[in-house]
């Protein structure tokens, strides 16, 4: 009975090492299909294990500072488009990793009307030590701009600008 007991704990250990385990491909693979929706209000809450507290950080302000200004994510943040979706599986490869911090390429078919090419996307993972699992960093979409990037420039051209600022009691008309 004991033996059995410890095959099936290494039988589950196996089957979480993708999430906890040294295999970045499968921590990419995971994030893609439990949080494909990372970036919305809808899945914050379960993502802050998946990606790193700084990313989490970024997506907490896009949610409580840049959607009550009328901040809208508009695009996939897996295609970079509005439009199209994938045409089958992608297929993650690891394009470095030096045990700390690893590139996964993510390779896909984006099918828009009856148009077909090839796209890629990449993920930038972190290791945590402490909880011994990869976490995504970053995602930088077929356009080359991170996503974390493209959100902190957002946000310092609404500071730089002003933009969405509340009106003081004079320009309000008070």
């Not at 700390?100 to 828009?112: P, T």
């Not at 974390?148 to 051209?157: A, G, I, R, T, Y």
Request: charged content about 25%; some cysteine.
């Amino acid at each position: 009975m004991l033996h059995r007991a410890g095959i099936w704990i290494v039988m589950l250990l196996v089957s979480c090492s993708g999430i906890t385990g040294r295999d970045p491909v499968s921590a990419a693979t995971a994030f893609f299909e439990h949080h494909f929706d990372f970036y919305t209000l809808e899945d914050i809450g379960t993502v802050n294990k998946a990606v790193t507290p700084e990313f989490y950080a970024l997506l907490n302000r896009i949610i409580t500072e840049g959607i009550p200004m009328g901040y809208n994510v508009d695009a996939c943040a897996w295609t970079d488009s509005q439009d199209g979706w994938f045409k089958g599986n992608p297929v993650f490869t690891v394009v470095r990793n030096d045990g700390r911090r690893a590139v996964v390429r993510m390779d896909y078919d984006y099918e828009l009307g009856p148009t077909v090419e090839p796209r890629r996307t990449l993920l930038t993972l972190e290791w945590d030590a402490a909880d011994r699992r990869w976490r995504v960093a970053d995602l930088e979409g077929p356009d080359g701009y991170p996503f974390v990037q493209s959100h902190l420039d957002w946000f310092e051209q609404v500071a730089e600008k002003g933009w969405f600022e509340r009106p003081g009691p004079n320009e309000a008309g008070e």
